[in-house]
């Protein structure tokens, strides 16, 4: 990596967050292990959402399934966004110019839109259909674009430590 961080992330590294969070013996461990807890609930969450986008999980209503899942999966997002920050402002200096975390930020950016696209075009197709009814193509679409990008967003996490 060449280049200097924005004075923004070298100002947040060096904030008394960022040094209590490298001083301290047990908040970034913990902050990491809440981490990957976090990100195995979302990962569950998000498997059942697309699965039955997909057509799979039939017998059930697509709305009683992605209604039960959804609220899981915004709890574990909001996890992985705090303990995220956190892992985040004990390195930022450095995470902001690896190129495998830029990939990961803006692979999550995608996973945003491709929700808000869901959220706001697809959904009201899938809704109001019952147990066993075919899903529509948008929606298949919808989850097999969900599974890819956050599983991709999910191995730019495990690879960043490698940049």
């Known amino acids: 990596m060449t280049g200097e961080a924005p004075a923004i992330f070298v ?7 960022g040094a209590a ?3 301290s ?3 970034f461990p913990v902050a990491n292990v809440g981490h990957i ?5 979302f990962a569950g969450a998000l498997a059942v959402m697309d699965i039955r986008l997909l057509g799979g999980l039939s017998a059930t209503s697509p709305a009683h399934v992605l209604m039960r899942a959804r609220s899981i999966a915004i ?10 920050f956190l892992l985040f402002t004990a390195e930022a200096s450095h995470l902001i ?13 995608l996973g ?6 869901f959220e706001f075009g697809v959904k009201r197709a899938v809704t109001g259909l019952g147990p066993g009814v075919a899903m529509p193509a948008s929606a298949k679409t919808a989850g097999l674009m969900s599974l890819a990008i956050w599983l991709a967003v999910a191995a730019c996490g495990r690879t960043i430590a490698y940049f």
Do not use: C, H
């Open 75 to 84: 709890a574990a997002f909001v996890l992985l966004a705090a303990t995220g």
């Open 97 to 109: 110019l690896n190129p495998v975390f830029q990939i990961k930020v803006a692979l999550i950016g």
């Open 21 to 23: 969070i490298r001083q």
């Open 37 to 41: 807890l976090a990100l195995a609930m």
């Open 25 to 27: 013996a047990w908040l």
């Open 112 to 117: 945003l839109a491709n929700l808000a696209i």
């Open 11 to 17: 100002a947040l590294e060096q904030s008394d967050l």
